[in-house]
């Protein structure tokens, strides 16, 4: 991407970051009738990490590593005690 113009990387980015806007407001705007704060920032990292890990692995060339399935882990953990009752 080095001989690649800036703007060709501006709007692969911002499309980017875009695409996980159309995914967490619509959430959050509907979410907060029925979740808590705790609860919707949980769920903006998981759908944040679930549009970057993707990107990062097919568009940026990155090597798939087992830290992403324990990241991935992890962050189930946290869906599971932010969402018990």
Same mark, same amino acid.
């Given at each position: 991407?080095?001989?690649? &113009?800036? #703007?060709?990387? =501006? $709007?692969?980015?911002?499309?980017?970051?875009? $695409? !996980?806007?159309?995914? /967490? +407001?619509?959430? %959050?705007? +509907?979410? #907060?009738? /029925? @979740? %808590?704060?705790?609860?919707?920032?949980?769920?903006? !990292? +998981?759908?944040?990490?679930?549009? @970057?890990?993707? $990107? &990062?692995? #097919? #568009?940026?060339?990155?090597? +798939?590593?087992?830290?992403?399935?324990? =990241?991935?882990?992890?962050?189930?953990? &946290?869906? @599971? @005690?932010?969402?018990?009752?």
């Amino acid at each position: 991407m080095g001989g690649r &113009a800036w #703007y060709i990387a =501006a $709007f692969a980015s911002w499309g980017l970051a875009l $695409f !996980e806007y159309l995914l /967490q +407001v619509p959430a %959050n705007r +509907v979410g #907060y009738t /029925q @979740f %808590n704060l705790s609860q919707l920032k949980i769920m903006q !990292e +998981v759908i944040a990490l679930s549009v @970057f890990v993707p $990107f &990062a692995v #097919y #568009y940026m060339g990155q090597p +798939v590593k087992l830290d992403y399935l324990w =990241a991935g882990c992890c962050l189930m953990g &946290a869906v @599971f @005690f932010i969402f018990r009752a």
